[in-house]
């Protein structure tokens, strides 16, 4: 009889990495046996913060829940994947429209504010970078348009 078991997955494919990065929570993915796969940033920002007095990852699961972690079962159908903890109080933005807005600025930022270069970056047309710059109040030179219509003497009431 052919195996018709689904091989667990041993690397994260680019959109996957991007996927989890994405979450305002830090967020480590575990395999059924409990050895870490990925952590993102903001997990291996407060992971970094743990005393690490034992490299093993079965211990790593009660004190990431001692500081508020929720545990969460990834499956495919029947299939166990593994686990995910997600790990709160993450600062930052949390809204997916600030996460966006902070995203494209700090790509603008890194990129000296060229448009062409970021929206490339990005993986946007200028178009698309244009609506969103204006649709956050952002200047292509830096500034919200509160400070532009301030910096031209216009006051608000």
Known sequence: MPDTHTPV????SPLAKALLD?????????????????????????LSGLESDEEDSQNLMPRLAAMGGRLRPLRIGALELGEAMFIPGIEGPTTLADREKDA?????????????????????????????????GLHRDGR????RNQGAGVEFA
């Open 22 to 46: 994405g979450f305002s929570e830090g967020v480590v993915v575990f395999d059924p046996q409990g050895k870490v796969l990925y952590a993102n940033a903001q997990a291996r920002e407060a």
């Open 104 to 136: 494209i600025v700090r790509t603008l930022d890194a990129h000296g504010w060229k448009l062409a270069e970021t929206a490339k970056h990005l993986g946007i047309s200028r178009t698309t970078l244009w609506r969103r710059l204006k649709a956050y």
């Open 9 to 12: 997955p041993s690397v994260f």
């Open 144 to 147: 919200t348009r509160l400070a």
